[in-house]
């Protein structure tokens, strides 16, 4: 079994309103995250929750192995997110799979892929690699879920992958890193994207 956490509790203070909310196609972004993860085929996708919570969950349509969770010390950085959703992943979890919810460009197919390389025996973090550059989604096996949980602050997994590269196998994606939703130039660009950009998935 494996757990999507998706991480979606931050107060966007670049964008000065919740980028969870900002509308793309008439869905909120975070949508896009949601239904990429449930179209790989996750076992569970944990929603981790923060800034404007009940508003965020409000907005939201949830596949079914889908649910949210609340994390009270959003405030204090990513790291305490990533523990949240680790708390709340099912006890049956092999291994939790992280995703961005400020990436609605991701694609089922990447995180299929990380997923498919994990089952095959790749080691215990599998990371996307989109020609040459890593990135989301990263998969962790629960053996390395302590290193995860002892990060602090507003720091990530890119700590646990930095420490330890010898447990990392990259997966070749063959395609674009999916851009971070920071700025409203940011914004405007994703909603110019492509036929390979969130507004033409069909969800």
Do not use: C
């Amino acid at each position: 079994m494996i757990s999507g956490i998706v991480l979606a509790a931050g107060t966007s203070s670049r964008l000065g309103q919740p980028k969870q909310l900002m509308d793309l196609g008439g869905r909120p972004v975070l949508q896009y995250v949601l239904e990429a993860g449930a179209a790989a085929g996750l076992d569970e996708l944990v929603v981790v929750l923060g800034h404007r919570a009940e508003d965020v969950a409000a907005a939201l349509s949830l596949p079914p192995a889908a649910r949210t969770v609340v994390n009270p010390d959003y405030a204090t950085g990513q790291a305490s997110s990533m523990r949240t959703g680790l708390a709340a992943a099912s006890p049956s979890a092999q291994a939790a799979l992280l995703l961005l919810g400020d990436q609605p460009a991701m694609r089922p197919a990447d995180i299929r892929a990380v997923v498919d390389a994990y089952r095959s025996g790749a080691g215990p973090i599998v990371q996307g690699s989109y020609r040459g550059e890593p990135g989301h989604p990263v998969l962790f096996d629960r053996s390395v879920w302590p290193d995860l949980l002892a990060v602090e602050g507003d720091r990530g997994a890119r700590d646990v992958i930095k420490a330890h590269p010898d447990w990392v196998t990259r997966v070749d994606l063959n395609a674009d890193l999916p851009p971070d939703l920071d700025t409203m130039d940011d914004y405007e660009r994703m909603k110019q994207l492509g036929d390979d950009g969130p507004l033409q998935r069909l969800l």
